[in-house]
Every structure is written in structure tokens, then in C-alpha cells.
């Protein structure tokens, strides 16, 4: 049974009181074989994203992670793909940083790499996770992955939400006998 615990919530910019986040239960995990995806593309970002996840899947007593990297968040979908089609993974985060800019690159990539990764949810019935952030400027993706002490690292929900979106997977494989 999972107990309930809060991971804070990043502040609001305008310091206003926060609703935003997830009362995140603490899961066991333990055999569970989960893969990570991240780009290398704002590695600075992306690196504390995978450090976060691989903390919060320790603390749920994973113990079995495969960490891979990719030039950038576009080439993850396709490389998700191979770890899921190894057979080898109960689950897969994907993690990647999109910054925008000045022209329609951040679009096309941002859009691109959200329905692959929602494809390969579908398609392979295992969970993907999306760990993309996609943010308008550098400051933004600071916080949004901790950097320098900034913000709350999303790399921890995703660590979390993957060992539960693991284990819903696993029960109810089990009551359909697959």
C-alpha cells in the first residue's frame, strides 16, 4: 500500500501560493527494470533531470537503471524505441530540454517529440514517461530541473511516476493473465 507523502512544489513566479503538483505516494519498486533516455542537448539541465529521476527511483527501491544518451530530445522517441523493443524494460523516462527561440525550430521539435513519445506509449502498452521540459528561456529550465538550488527537480516526479505507472501496468497485466 502506498503511503502519501508531498514533494514540494516549485514557487510560482509572482509568489502567489502554489495548487500545482502531486501529492506523490511512496512506492516499491524493487525489481523493476526502468531505462532513462536523456539528450545531451542543455546537458546542464538534462543532467540534473537524470541525477533527480535516478534519486527518486533509489528511493523507491529500484535498484536496476539503464541510463542512455542522445544528441537531442528529437532522436529520444527513436532510441526509447530500442530500449523498448530490447524486451528489457518495465518502464522508460524521457528526458530532454527544449529552450525557444527565435524561429519555429522549438515548435516543430517540441510537437515532434511529444506524439512519439505518446506513440510509444500506445503502441508498446508499457510506460513512457515525458520528461521534456519545454521552456522559454534558460531561467525557466533552471528551476524547472533544480539547477543551482533554483526550483524543484521534475527528474524526481518523473522517477516516481514511472515506478507507479510500472507497478498499475504490472497489476493489471497480472489480473489479465498476459
Known sequence: ??????IENA??????QTIRGLDLPTYDGAGLR??????????????????????ALRSCNVS????????GSYEIPQAAQVLLDSGRFDGVICIGCLIKGGTMH???????????????????KVPVIYGILGCLNEEQAKERAGVDGAG??????????????????????KVLGS
Open 152 to 173: 524543484h527537480n521534475s527528474g524526481k516526479d518523473w522517477g516516481i511516476t514511472a515506478v507507479e505507472s510500472c507497478l498499475l501496468t504490472k497489476k493489471y497485466r
Open 34 to 55: 526502468i531505462g532513462i533516455v536523456s539528450a545531451r542537448w542543455n546537458s546542464i539541465v538534462c543532467d540534473s533531470l537524470v541525477a533527480g529521476a535516478v534519486e
Open 1 to 6: 500500500m502506498a503511503t502519501k507523502r508531498k
Open 11 to 16: 514557487p510560482n513566479p509572482d509568489s502567489a
Open 106 to 124: 522549438f515548435e516543430y521539435i517540441s510537437e515532434a517529440v511529444t506524439q512519439g513519445i505518446m506513440r510509444l506509449n500506445l503502441d508498446y
Open 64 to 71: 536496476d537503471i539503464t541510463i542512455e544518451h542522445v544528441a
